[in-house]
């Protein structure tokens, strides 16, 4: 089966730190770009940043939102992607998605999320 | 940054033609891709390229890009297809998604 699996969401303080990871299983990992997408509670979707493939180099970019404090990284041989949250804000609290590009240039499979507080 | 621009709202009878539109200056130069959100769950994607349907979704679902505006057409609307949807696009380094557009049908 195709599927997107996240973890590691939870409530955190102000300025804290917290890593996401994305396990993923019935298609090729290693050959697909993935991505982090976040929804804050009755809000739009956002894109916060992307992982290119060892082929193009990992090749990461961010969103102005999130550089800088943010990082996405991969595993290929766990067929898992991370993202580290550093100099957490009350505005990064949201649900996050990982995605992949699977077998299109878009955002085909998706995981079911995992939910990040940031709070005091 | 780039900036994608969808109505908030759009409502239809059963059986009638939507038109949901996402208009900003990064489509005369990147493809878009639509999204279908149900509430709490997980996006997935329905039209990527402008006007490829992504496999298992319903001929009924189709896209159109024309200059800066990029349009998601769903005829014979059913109940189940109520649902937020959201453009996507950008180039490489950069992706955007519009604000989203709630499709009620009533």
């Known amino acids: 089966e195709v599927q997107l699996v996240e973890s590691g969401g939870g409530l955190v303080q102000p300025g804290g730190s917290l890593k996401l990871s994305c396990a993923a299983s019935?298609?090729?990992?290693?050959?697909?770009?993935m991505h982090w997408v976040r929804q804050a509670s009755g809000k739009g979707l956002e894109w916060v940043g992307r992982i290119r493939s060892k082929a193009n180099s990992y090749a990461t970019a961010y969103a102005a939102s999130v550089k800088g404090r943010f990082t996405i990284s991969r595993d290929d041989s766990k067929n898992t992607a991370y993202l580290q949250m550093n100099s957490l804000k009350t505005e990064d609290t949201a649900v996050y998605y990982c995605t992949a590009e699977m077998a299109t240039t878009a955002f085909d499979i998706w995981g079911q999320g995992t939910m990040v507080t940031v709070s005091s | 940054s780039y900036e994608l621009t969808q109505l908030p709202s759009v409502s239809v009878s059963p059986g009638q033609t939507a038109r949901i539109t996402c208009s900003g200056d990064?489509?005369?130069?990147?493809?878009a891709d639509w999204y279908q959100q149900k509430p709490g769950q997980a996006p997935e994607l329905v039209i990527y390229e402008d006007s490829e349907r992504y496999p298992g979704i319903p001929e009924r679902f189709s896209g159109s890009t024309s200059g800066n505006t990029t349009t998601l057409t769903i005829s014979r609307v059913l109940t189940e297809d109520e649902a937020d949807y959201y453009c996507?696009?950008?180039?490489?380094?950069?992706?955007?998604f519009g604000g989203g557009t709630k499709l009620t049908v009533l």
């Open positions: 996507l696009s950008g180039d490489e380094d950069n992706r955007v």
């Open positions: 990064v489509l005369g130069e990147n493809y």
């Open positions: 019935g298609f090729t990992f290693s050959g697909s770009a």
